[in-house]
């Protein structure tokens, strides 16, 4: 948090009133609280008494941010939204809480179905964060998915209801993580702080350095994480949210599996097939798994293929796996089943949080899945490292363009836009417009680069190898596109973050995201039916509608997600990091100047050097502003007669304000500076 902060001073000079790179309306208001925040390395306090000069100079605040959305929510009963970005460790996560945390402190509400919302919304944040978050070499507390928080009001302004949107879960972190890296936090919470019962026969939980999924990456400790406070604060939030004792038994349950499917090792015989080395292991796998203990020997080992003739089912045969394949297919299951019990987990906690009374406005809450989610696509961040990017981070930095393609839409194409639709004087600024690199991956004609993977998944189905060929030859027809270079086996694409280059190996398996039939009907056979929830939608065999990829998915994710913060009136917290050694008082200059460069702040910055940071229509002007001018009030009463444009005009030139600081358009008025109505409103 003191990184977040101190890292918006070095920039406060310029943005001057922008308030933490608040886009959109710039609006304040009183705040009768006094809300704490403790950030790491010291403790602050941000106080909003009333519209005074200091207020306008305190250095840019989450709290300010949070404030804004939530008076104008209830002010102009219009959805409002907060959108997180930064690279990993720049403060996204710490951000996200406080916002929570300082709106359910002031959004009053006295009737105990209110404030068991806010306790809920609150529990959601440790909860998420041991499912959902790990340790990188960046960030000891690294959120590995993106999260979208939309908080539900009555006409009153108090929380009702709330629904988590989760998307781009890493899931490959559960079987494999680099050195010093961890996997999720819950692993190790569960590994450390579990109960005599679960350490018993139950799942017969060991400490983490006895499993291979969470031991293999040497970290098993982090100096300023307590695993076991973690693990009782864990199953607090649980209890708050609502989660029964069965429902918990069955997560822990869920996570056993997992850790002892890691534990199953492939030894290899002598016509190269593979074999169980220890089917004590296996044994314990379908305990957990409520299966026999030979259906799991054959679908780890064995692949059963099915000939066709003519469209006509043909025969059966048992396919023997080596020791790469079946590991494979392990570690496939594995990933499956904690994915789907992360989703579960989300769709769980929409159903307690569900919306108890009827809602009119949201403010939304998201923290970018893109600069944080995964190190390895951001090369261009770290140029020292050397990352095997794949389709995950090509869906993530895809997600990545959408949310910066809003930011252009909603600030500096929208923006120059208005001006010209209000008929207002001024210099347009030039800005990198990344829709082109949008368009190279989502389009559908001319095919982009999820276009060309679901043809290649299409006509390549049964071998990995073939497909992945067949995309490598189709994305020929990309080269025409300047934000794009074939490579042989990689391809580069010019991100407006940096370049990014990427291995086409298992990109088109990892697209069609499928678990194989074998491991399917494993999970079908259980006896635990809460497995068997967690795997609902089974592919039809007989069906010819091919089922949708993964890069299908991301892409209405996307889209959806990008409809909803359309439709709310954004504000913006672009977390910058200052350096990579976790200092609060330390800064690279040279890391810093191109964060803000990527993440658009020095356009942004020239564009509301060059207009005009604050705007609203006429109506609102008077509306708000009134008392400022002897003739638009009297008494503290309203007494201006004519038309919202003449009154707002005669506000503007009362409160005796610079010609050239402000403009009136065709239905709006244009100030330059928030600080000028502020100001005047103290003399």
């Not at 199953?264 to 169980?276: K, R, T």
């Not at 992360?342 to 009827?358: D, G, H, Q, T, Y």
């Amino acid at each position: 948090m003191v990184r977040l902060l101190s890292c918006f001073c070095l920039v406060n000079a310029q943005l001057r009133s922008l308030g933490a790179i608040k886009e959109g309306r710039q609006e304040s208001s009183t705040c009768p609280k006094e809300v704490g925040w403790a950030g790491e390395g010291g403790k602050g306090m941000c106080r909003c008494d009333s519209l005074t000069a200091t207020h306008v100079f305190l250095p840019p605040h989450v709290f300010s941010i949070a404030e804004s959305a939530y008076y104008n929510m209830n002010a102009y009963h219009e959805n409002q939204c907060v959108i997180i970005s930064g690279e990993s460790g720049a403060g996204k996560t710490e951000a996200a809480k406080r916002i929570m945390q300082y709106i359910a402190e002031v959004s009053g509400g006295q009737d105990s179905s209110i404030q068991e919302i806010k306790d809920m919304v609150l529990a959601t944040n440790p909860l998420l964060e041991s499912f959902g978050c790990a340790k990188t070499l960046r960030n000891n507390n690294s959120s590995r998915h993106g999260k979208y928080l939309e908080i539900m009001f009555n006409t009153q302004g108090e929380p009702v209801g709330a629904q988590i949107t989760n998307y781009l879960l890493e899931k490959g972190r559960v079987v494999s993580q680099i050195e010093n890296e961890r996997d999720f936090h819950i692993f190790y919470q569960f590994t450390k702080g579990a109960t005599d019962e679960q350490r018993g026969k139950s799942y017969s939980t060991a400490r983490p350095e006895a499993y291979a999924y969470t031991s293999t990456s040497n970290c098993l400790s982090v100096s300023d994480i307590d695993d076991v406070k973690d693990y009782r604060d864990t199953i607090k939030a649980m209890g708050v949210i609502g989660l029964s004792q069965e429902e918990q038994t069955e997560i822990f349950r869920m996570l056993a599996i997992i850790l002892w499917l890691g534990n199953v090792q492939f030894g290899e015989q002598d016509d190269g097939n593979s074999m169980i080395a220890d089917t004590d292991v296996t044994d314990f796998v379908a305990y957990l798994l409520g299966v026999d203990p030979s259906l799991v020997q054959k679908a780890l080992t064995m692949r059963v293929m099915e000939t066709q003739r003519g469209g006509r089912r043909g025969s059966v045969y048992d396919v023997p796996l080596n020791p790469s394949q079946a590991s494979s297919g392990r570690d496939a299951l594995a990933k499956a089943i904690y994915n789907n019990l992360f989703e579960w987990i989300v769709s769980r906690v929409n159903i307690s949080m569900k919306p108890r009374f009827a809602h009119s406005q949201v403010i939304g809450i998201l923290v970018s899945a893109c600069t944080h989610l995964v190190e390895r696509p951001l090369t261009f961040l770290s140029p020292g490292y050397l990352w095997d990017n794949s389709f995950e981070q090509l869906c993530i930095n895809y997600v990545n363009e959408k949310l910066q393609q809003i930011f252009i839409e909603l600030t500096l194409k929208t923006e120059q836009e208005e001006y010209v639709r209000e008929q207002i004087k001024w210099n347009p600024i030039k800005y990198f417009n990344n829709k082109i690199v949008c368009d190279l991956i989502e389009e559908r004609r001319p095919p982009g680069i999820f276009a060309a993977l679901n043809d290649a998944c299409a006509t390549a189905h049964a071998d990995p190898t073939a497909a992945d060929n067949s995309f490598i030859q189709r994305t020929s027809m990309l080269s025409s596109n300047p934000h794009f270079e074939a490579r042989g086996t990689q391809f580069l694409v010019r991100h407006y973050a940096g370049d990014v280059m990427y291995n086409v190996a298992g990109m088109t398996d990892k697209n069609k995201d499928s678990l194989i039939k074998d491991l399917l009907d494993l999970v079908a056979s259980s006896d635990n039916h809460f497995l068997q929830a967690l795997f609902p939608d089974r592919p039809d065999p007989n069906s010819k509608k091919r089922p949708p990829t993964a890069g299908d998915r991301i892409k209405a994710s996307a889209g959806a997600l990008v409809d909803n913060l359309m439709k709310a009136q954004p504000s913006y917290i672009r977390t910058i990091k200052p350096n990579q050694n976790r200092s609060s008082s330390e800064y690279d200059g040279k890391a810093i100047l191109h964060q803000i460069k990527y993440l658009g702040l020095q356009e942004n910055i020239r564009v509301r050097r060059a207009g005009f940071a604050y705007r609203n229509t006429f109506e609102k002007m008077v509306e708000r502003f009134y008392l400022l001018s002897p003739k638009t009030s009297y008494a503290g009463d309203y007494t201006w007669q004519g038309d919202a444009r003449s009154g707002c005009e005669q506000i503007l030139k009362d409160c005796g304000i610079a010609k050239d600081e402000w403009q009136m358009g065709v239905t709006k008025a244009f100030i330059k500076n928030p600080e000028t109505v502020r100001c005047a409103f103290v003399r």
